[in-house]
């Protein structure tokens, strides 16, 4: 296959690249030139949000184009139309944050969408991926693969999420751990979306999908306990009544990243993903995403890149202590 990579230097976009070349296919990656691309691509230079910044995609034939684009959905628009003619189908990583609110557990891809427009600009994440969507298939029809991803874990991740637990614990001592631990959570490896995707193009399939592991596939207690297995750490878990930490005033999902509470918690970890199982999704243990994730961490001195635009998170020690006294 010859797959073009809209970025391919970061996080999920890195991951459509290894899992490529993995395969063995033909891989160009198209960005601005900030990250050097992995070894074994054709890179092309270009800003696709400045004029004339896709003229290095005026010319050549891909079977497949990935696009993890987050931003304005102008720039989706202006690249799916300009290959249109030249790529056999359109991967565009969106977002379950394009279902309007309230979503509740269990919902599935016609649960309805919020208003985006494919010529939008920088609004809302959920408007923007929405808008994202309306470009890709107004460009390729059918031939649009929508992969609705959730929370992303894995190597690589550049928001902090299951990086912050990892450090957390390694440092030992009492956690604050939030109750219940058998909360349900759902998630999907970064390379394992990328595989799916590739795959899934492949065979020609096209629409949106739920792209995350079935509803509780893991749980908080096997996930924290899997990082103090892995980190060798000696942290002892002190769970916490959802109630004690809320009262404290510490936000789920950004101060204690993952954990999430009432419809946040239907929302994020409950989606139906019957759809993108039938079609071949598979998930690799969460043994292996956290682990890959610790020794990746550790190869970069312990401290993981974080997104310009995505704020900082983790508990301050300051309030973890207050709560566990």
Known sequence: MRLLVLGGT????????????????????????THEPPPGVTALRGDRTRPGGLDALAAGEWDVVADTWSWAPSAVRDAASLLAGRAGRY????SRSVYAAPVPYGADESAPVVEGSPDGGDEGYAEMKAGGELAATAAFGERALLARAGLILGPHENIGRLPWWLSRIA???????????????????????????????????????????????TTMRELLETCVRVTGSDAELRWTSEEAILAAGVQPWVELPIW??????????????????????????????????????????????????????????????????
């Not at 970061?10 to 030139?33: M, Y």
């Not at 991967?91 to 969106?94: I, L, Q």
């Not at 959570?185 to 629409?207: I, S």
């Open 260 to 325: 999430l509470t009432g419809d946040d918690h239907a929302f994020m970890h409950g989606a139906d993903v019957s759809r993108a199982v039938a079609a071949g999704l598979r998930c690799r243990p969460v043994e292996e995403t956290v682990a890959d994730t610790w020794a990746w961490l550790r190869s970069i001195g312990g401290q993981a890149p974080q997104r310009p635009d995505r704020p900082a998170v983790g508990l301050d020690p300051a309030v973890e202590a207050a709560l566990l006294a």
């Open 171 to 217: 440092r030992g001592g009492p956690v604050l751990a939030p109750e219940p631990p058998s909360l349900g959570l759902q998630y999907v490896d970064a390379r394992d979306l990328a595989r799916w995707c590739l795959e899934a193009a492949l065979d020609g399939v096209g629409g949106a999908f739920n792209v995350v592991s079935p509803p509780g596939f």
């Open 10 to 33: 970061e996080f999920v976009g890195r991951a459509f690249v290894s899992e490529a070349l993995a395969l063995g296919h033909d891989v160009t990656v198209f960005n601005r030139g």
């Open 91 to 94: 991967v565009y990583v969106s």
